[in-house]
Each structure stands twice: as C-alpha cells, then as structure tokens.
C-alpha cells in the first residue's frame, strides 16, 4: 500500500507529519509513505495579520484542494488550523495522541518568568485570542503584531528589540525548543486555541484502506478532546476573525470544557466553565458554544446602551 500524505512546507510541519508517517510504517512495514508538501494562503502572505487574508481554512484550503483531488490520499493538519465545519466527502479519520496544549511565555534573556517582565515590555503577538488574555494579566504590556513560524518568532525577539513573544508549547516541544519557554500559561490563565497540540488526519470520506490503516494512531483521550473543541468552535462562530479559544480536561468520568469568545475590533471578550459526563463531549461543546455567543451579545447591547 503507498500513501500520498500532504502537508505544509514548514519545520513544524513536516516533523508533525514524518511523525504519523513513521508511525505508519511501524504499524505495518509494507506501507510506502511518500511526503508531499504544499504551500498554503497563509504561507504565502506574511505581512499581514490572519484576518486580513481570509477566514477559516488559510492553513488547510490548499492542502484540501489536493485531497478532494486525489494529489494526496491524507492530510496532515495542525488541528487548530482546521475549520470547525467537514467539507463534503472528507472526514477526520484520527486525531493521534496530543502534544501539551497550552501557551508559553518565550522572553529575551534575563527574564524568567511572566512577573519578571518590565513595565510596559514589548510582547510580539498576532493573535486576538492570545492578546486579550494577556492584557487580562498585564495590561500594561505594549503588543507588537508579529507573524511567522516559531523559528522566525523566535529569530524576531533579538531582531526588533522584543522582550518576548507568545507560542504554543507543544511546536516548541516539537522543535526542540523547551529550553525557551519561561512561563507556560495554564488553562485558567490562558485558554489555548481548540485543538491545541493536536494533530488533525484528513481523509476522503470513502477511503476505506486509508481510514483502516490511521485507525490504530487514534488516542481515545485526544479525539474526546477534540469533539468538545471543535464542537465549541462551531457553536461559538469561531474564526480567525475573532479571538476564541477552548480546552477540554478529561478526569475519571467527567469531561470539563474551558471556553472564551470575544469581540472582533475591541477587548470586550467572555468565558464560562461546564461539565458533563463522558461521551457527551461534542454536546457540551455546543451548549457552552451557543451560552458564551448569548452572554458575548448581551454584553454588547449593554454596552450600545
């Protein structure tokens, strides 16, 4: 059996998927994987925040096209980088076990921790959901809009006199670059983006072989996860357009889901808390999805008054 995976050119990328493809190959040596990378929208267009390129799907539409073409026979996605809604005939066949899902502090030398920042330091930041969680911390820092892989961010900090820059944790752990993270953000400070640190596998719906082949890097924890999150990304309207973000903790026999939905062009933003027993992950993501979409539209039309 050969396999086609596509994939984003980047160094992230192409870690995340030599991964699932030598994981594929230690479940049956006979599969003959071949990479294939694509350049995506948001690749192309550097000099300009997510919002202004496109909505849902920069990172994945390209990658897409070429699935639904039979270019490639799976697609490797940053889960996050997914939009909520399936295109039809395709399916997410698996979502292998997840990396840490949270945000870290990434600060120039000499600084050790969030509190160590200086006043008014300057934090490169390109997106809404991480800025507005941040200011909740230390509004004093000043943002400056950056945007790149995590290598390019990290180059910027020394490059345009930063004090430190916000990345995932779990592409620092990929690349190598732990060692950097001064502050990791928990949940309760920072709610990461739904899907955070995992990893998305994309399929045609019929693809039966394909499908069998991805079925033993499922990991029933993340795929739990992943139900709530996107659930919640689809009930809220969640996009690039909007800061929101969501992560589902799993213990025992309960699934507890975080979730914030904000304004597009202010600071104004919302978050809520609920719980439901296992098994019920994609409907606790709609409720508390449609609950933070009402409270953020009141609170609007309270402040209209």
Aim: proline share 6%.
């Amino acid at each position: 059996m050969k396999l086609v995976i596509g994939t984003r050119a980047s160094r992230l990328a192409l870690i995340q998927t030599q991964w699932v493809a030598d994981a594929l190959r230690r479940q049956d040596p006979a599969v003959e994987v071949e990479i294939k990378t694509i350049t995506t929208k948001g690749d192309r267009i550097q000099n300009l925040p997510l919002d202004q390129i496109g909505g849902q799907g920069i990172f994945t539409r390209a990658i897409v096209a070429a699935l639904h073409s039979g270019e490639i026979d799976l697609a490797v996605h940053s889960l996050k980088d997914m939009p909520s809604a399936m295109e039809e005939g395709l399916d997410l066949a698996c979502v292998p076990a997840r990396e840490d899902p949270r945000d870290a502090l990434v600060a120039r030398p000499g600084i050790a921790s969030l509190e160590e920042l200086p006043q008014g330091a300057k934090i490169g930041c390109g997106s809404k959901r991480r800025i507005c969680q941040l200011l909740a911390l230390r509004p004093d820092l000043e943002i400056c809009p950056i945007r790149g892989n995590v290598d390019t961010r990290l180059d910027r900090i020394e490059r345009d006199g930063l004090d430190g820059t916000i990345l995932a944790v779990s592409g620092l752990k990929r690349l190598g670059w732990a060692g950097r993270i001064c502050h990791p953000f928990s949940p309760d400070e920072m709610i990461p983006a739904c899907g955070q640190g995992a990893l998305g596998l994309q399929i045609r719906a019929d693809d039966r072989a394909v499908k069998a082949a991805l079925a033993p890097l499922e990991d029933p924890l993340a795929a739990r996860q992943a139900a709530a999150e996107r659930a919640f990304l689809a009930a809220a309207g969640g996009s690039c357009h909007l800061p929101v973000g969501a992560y589902c903790q799993v213990e025992g026999g309960r699934s507890t889901l975080l979730g914030m939905l904000g304004t597009e062009d202010g600071p104004l933003w919302v978050e809520g808390r609920e719980s439901a027993p296992a098994g019920e992950e994609a409907a606790l993501g709609r409720r508390l999805g449609e609950q933070l979409k009402a409270q953020l539209a009141q609170r609007l039309r309270e402040t209209d008054r």
